[in-house]
């Protein structure tokens, strides 16, 4: 196992996410304490030191396991993560209340890092509205010693991300983002690598295989890789790449069992960051796998709509939902747009293909957008 230093701390590079602990009958509500357990201990016998949970994480209950499963290990053998779960906005006024029952649900005494979790477009209103006392109650526990480092998760778009630091960047000391080759161009990663970089915070990685995406690459794209490495794995490349990356600090893996545990550790033995070329490789493998709608975001069509609907971010939307085939994070996007501005308001007048230089059929993709989400 190799390490990153983060303010005279030693944390391993692999860190263990837990909201992907093995279930038991396939009911994420339900994680296999015991298998889980063994996986623990096996992270912490390989240099793993770093572990991550969440009050949703397996319908509440990972936070539980995880507790349980670090309790026969000494308390200076490991730093625990969690968060403040900001996602559901009816937690809003009730940090005390939360943060009380985490430490006693994972029997902490402490946490090393706590996290705001997912400021995004849905919620930054929230986090950031002085009411509701979070930051003031946050600061309060790491004064008294509860809280040893604070930071935040974003999955929110850049502009989001500027907003939370512009009002609470003085307190943050790390921030954890979704970032992988994939991603590298197609959620702007690297745009929120340098906006991280230019505020002096270091980077933690969620989703380095995109949920496993990265794994199951076509056989043309296995092909390509092979060719360039012969028997490096697709997921050695992605988490290489990552150890290539300027200020990643913990490379968060949520593995699903012992098997992954072990191939995991296996590459997190040696340190050996992509090369140029190779880096290039992905990121033109990236740009195949992620082609969809080719708006340039010329915003010519905005100042023609009259719904007034923000057609380039909708585009942008409607390409991660399409590469996806779903997921929260295009939903999660639009509950911070009124109705009136979102694809469904599309008129399919045409007024905006009208003037687009990609005479891209905007309405169609409205509309397809619109009944992707309805389903």
Not at 134 to 155: N, P, V
Not at 215 to 228: F, I, N, P, Y
Not at 258 to 284: K, M, Y
């Amino acid at each position: 196992m190799f390490y990153r230093d983060f303010q005279g701390l030693s944390l391993s590079a692999l860190g263990m996410g837990c909201m992907r602990l093995p279930v038991t009958d396939g009911a994420d509500a339900r994680p296999d304490e015991a298998a889980a357990a063994r996986m623990v201990d096996e992270a912490l016998a390989n240099g793993v030191n770093y572990f991550d949970t969440a009050w949703g994480y397996h319908g509440g209950n990972s936070e539980t396991v995880l507790g349980r499963a670090l309790a026969s290990h000494p308390r200076e053998s490991y730093y625990l993560a969690d968060k403040f779960p900001g996602y559901d906005l009816s937690n809003m006024d009730k940090a005390e209340t939360i943060f009380e029952r985490q430490l006693e649900k994972t029997g902490a005494g402490y946490f090393d890092f706590y996290l705001f979790h997912n400021v995004c477009e849905m919620n930054v209103d929230a986090y950031l509205d002085p009411k509701h006392g979070i930051l003031d109650y946050l600061l309060r526990q790491k004064a008294a010693g509860r809280i040893r480092h604070l930071g935040f998760s974003a999955h929110g778009a850049l502009p989001v991300m500027e907003r939370f630091l512009d009002a609470y960047g003085a307190h943050m000391e790390f921030c954890q983002i979704q970032l992988n080759w994939l991603d590298w161009e197609f959620q702007d990663a690297r745009a929120k690598v340098g906006l991280l970089a230019a505020r002096g915070l270091p980077v933690w990685v969620m989703e380095p295989l995109r949920g496993g995406r990265l794994c199951r690459l076509s056989g043309a794209e296995t092909a390509a890789l092979e060719a360039a490495a012969p028997g490096r794995s697709p997921t050695e490349w992605a988490f290489r790449f990552l150890e290539g990356v300027p200020g990643v600090t913990v490379i968060l893996s949520g593995m699903s069992s012992e098997e992954q545990l072990r191939d995991n550790l296996s590459i997190f033995r040696t340190e050996a960051p992509l090369s140029p070329a190779e880096t290039e490789l992905l990121t033109g493998l990236a740009r195949g796998m992620t082609a969809g709608v080719p708006c340039t975001a010329c915003h010519y069509c905005v100042d023609h709509c009259p719904m007034g609907i923000d057609i380039p971010k909708m585009i942008a939307l409607y390409n991660e939902h399409r590469f996806s085939g779903g997921g929260f994070l295009a939903p999660m996007a639009l509950m911070a747009v009124p109705e009136e501005n979102r694809p469904s308001a599309c008129l399919s007048c045409g007024s905006c293909a009208a003037v687009c230089p990609q005479q891209i059929d905007i309405p169609s993709v409205m509309s397809d957008f619109a009944a992707r989400l309805a389903r």
